[in-house]
């Protein structure tokens, strides 16, 4: 009985195409909406979260403003280093200065730091070394360049023993970083150079620790409060001497924001969806209308009501699956243009997504085809068979 | 013909509309009985009560009071689900307007009875193929309703009716839409059909198609009487 119903339905269906597309199109494109908005805000989160993870997700920033007369010198990092919760730390002074290479020239970032750094931020080396506890204690005017600048000075990226100038001082590269092609990378586009603290602190004229980076040993959280802590101690209990920046509570309010959107994206789907059974219900009480006579007829010859209510649901349902389908088939196509344009982004349907709107159609198509197939059931005989549409 | 067992048997049948307030005695206490292999004529003019009594026998509709025993069944007030299934066995019913589905091939519409009784698609496609040979129609089983003429769709809503078995055949007014030569073969039909055993319920208001059946019953304002032939 199921299958009759079923191949009545597609009966059905097939012998008013045009009307049963338009029935479909607002399932179609709630479909869509829910399937490429989730989809898409998903994309948007997994990307920025593994940038985030990628710059750094374990990693606890100091920045200090004002020094209360008793200054962070390079050594007193030690203090820091020592403290349980942490496991590294190393100074990030930065200054913008010119760098010249032959007749090319950038403005770069100058970062001025320890060895510790290179752990800290999870960098990678393509060519060469990163800094060495010598340089820092030399004052060796020895350079690492990120990728990009080394392309943009050179030409080329493997310029391990070749030398430019930063602000007008000559340096030796000693090691080239690999080729960042993340999302913050191309959105900062800067071009970062690092160089011992030693040599930066003296170019900038701040003999001081400003900046500070550290790795946890364990909990983010807790490295967090015992760096706060010891600034605190440090800094006479000014809480605004300094600001403390934990990179895992960003990520940690970034999925906060993003889950609070995708909630909402999805929302507005599911309305849409909503409207897209209405207008499922509004069609099928039309076409129970259109056919009272086939209802008489076939009660006449001995259709009883459950058999008419279960033809008429599985149309309903059938119109909402077939439009859910073609749904999933154009988000995946939107979904897969997207990704060729975005590039750095994939964004693909997960089963997740695919389950919920195969759920949510099915379920809209058999509230809003209920009361449709009920009013079909309960025609009687004689006055459906009277009908003259 | 020897007499056969009672198909039919209604004893004080009265079915009653009320409409603004006023009682229409539509059927007003009938009753009849009409045995097996019998090809009985019911004949009255508009608004005796001829489709009333067809709608009760064909149980689309209940007497208000009355008894009706259908084939050793006595129909009273049952659900419209079980109403439906007895009509599914039943009954064959042949409408003036043919009533086919407009959507579906012959035999698709000639199936149609056998799917709702369940029968499995081998079984139910032989079936429907003999009911439309049955009415000389097996060339055009695939064709749509619509690509038929008037006789030849009365001739699918006649194998429809057949393709059950049923114990009898309810044909409302079956020739009311034809011209008189394919009313005429249709008639044929039927007493080719009777001639072959089965049981045919005529309606008619028409004295001369009346004739043609082997007994006639006469409505009048409600009530049932014989006509002697
Ligand atoms: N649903 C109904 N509601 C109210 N009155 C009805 C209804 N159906 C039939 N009647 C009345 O019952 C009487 C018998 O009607 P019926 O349809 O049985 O006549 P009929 O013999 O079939 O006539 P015709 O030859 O014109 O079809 C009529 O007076 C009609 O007005
Ligand atoms: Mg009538």
């Known amino acids: ?389 | 013909m020897t007499a056969g067992k009672p198909i039919i048997t209604m004893t004080d049948v009265t079915k009653v509309y009320t409409v603004g307030g006023e009682e229409v005695r539509a059927l007003d206490g009938a009753s009849l009985v009409i045995r097996e292999g019998e090809f009985v004529s019911i004949l009255g003019p508009s608004g005796s009560g001829k489709s009333t009594l067809m709608n009760i026998i064909g149980c689309l509709d209940v007497a208000d009071s009355g008894e009706y025993i259908l084939d050793g069944q006595s129909i009273e007030q049952y659900s419209e689900e079980e109403l439906a299934r007895i009509r599914n066995k039943k009954i064959g019913f042949v409408f003036q307007n043919f009533n086919l589905l407009s959507r579906m091939s012959a035999l698709s519409n000639v199936e149609l009875p056998l799917i709702y009784q369940r029968v499995h698609l081998g079984e139910r496609r032989e079936r429907a193929a003999r009911a439309l040979e049955r009415v000389g129609l097996k060339d055009r089983s695939n064709h749509k309703p619509t690509e038929l003429s008037g006789g030849q769709q009365q001739r699918v809503a006649i194998a429809r009716a057949l393709a059950t078995d049923p114990a009898i055949l309810l044909a409302d007014e079956p020739t009311g839409n034809l011209d008189s030569k394919t009313g005429e073969d249709i008639l044929a039909l039927f007493r080719e059909l009777h001639d072959a055993g089965d049981t045919i319920v005529l309606i008619t208001h028409n004295e001369e198609i009346a004739r043609q059946a082997q007994r006639r019953i006469h409505i009048m304002d409600g009530r049932v009487s014989e006509v002697e032939s």
């Not at chain 1, 990030?92 to 970062?111: C, E, I, M, Q, R």
């Not at chain 1, 009361?371 to 003259?388: F, G, V």
């Open chain 1, 1 to 389: 009985m199921i299958i009759q119903s079923i191949k009545m339905a597609w009966e059905a269906i097939t012998s008013n195409k045009l009307r049963s597309f338009l029935t479909m199109l607002g399932i179609i494109i709630g479909v869509i909406a829910l399937v490429v908005l989730v989809s898409l805000v998903n994309g948007a989160t997994g990307a920025v979260t593994s940038e985030i993870t990628a710059l750094g997700n374990d990693m606890v920033t100091v920045n200090i403003r004002d020094d209360k007369g008793s200054p962070i010198r390079l050594e007193d990092l030690d203090e820091i280093s020592a403290l349980d919760a942490v496991h590294q730390t190393a100074p990030s002074g930065s200054v913008n200065f010119v760098a010249k290479h032959g007749y090319s020239d950038a403005t770069v970032s100058l970062y001025g730091t320890t060895p510790a750094y290179y752990d800290i931020q999870g960098l990678d080396l393509k060519y060469g070394r990163f800094l060495k506890t010598a340089d820092i204690d030399n004052a060796s005017y020895v350079a690492v360049l990120s990728y990009s600048t080394a392309d943009e000075l050179f030409g080329k990226s493997d310029v391990v023993g070749e030398s430019l100038t930063i602000g007008g001082r000559s340096f030796l590269i000693v090691g080239v970083l690999e080729e960042d092609d993340s999302l913050f990378a191309a959105m900062l586009g800067g071009y970062s150079v690092y160089a011992p603290f030693t040599v930066e602190s003296r170019m900038a004229d701040e003999p001081y620790v400003t900046s500070i980076a550290v790795s946890p040993a364990g909990d983010t959280d807790n490295t967090e409060a015992q760096v706060s802590d010891f600034m605190l101690a440090r800094l006479h209990q000014d809480e605004d001497a300094f600001h403390i920046v934990n990179m895992s509570s960003i990520s940690d309010a970034m999925s906060t924001v993003t889950g609070t959107l995708s909630l909402l994206l999805g929302g507005i789907a599911a309305i849409s969806l909503l409207v897209g059974g209405i207008g499922i219900m509004n069609i099928m009480l039309v076409s129970v209308t259109e056919r009272t006579k086939e209802i008489g007829i076939r009660k006449a010859i001995g259709a009883g009501k459950k058999s008419i209510m279960m033809q008429f649901l599985i149309e309903a349902l059938m119109v909402s699956l077939m439009g859910c389908l073609l749904g999933l088939v154009f988000s995946w196509m939107i979904l897969a243009l997207v990704s060729a344009i975005a590039k750095t982004i994939s964004f693909s349907m997960s089963l997740g997504v695919v389950v919920l709107a195969v759920g949510f159609a099915s379920a809209i198509g058999l509230i809003f085809g209920l009361y449709p197939a009920n009013k079909a059931a309960n025609k009687h005989p004689i006055d459906a068979l009277r009908y003259e549409g």
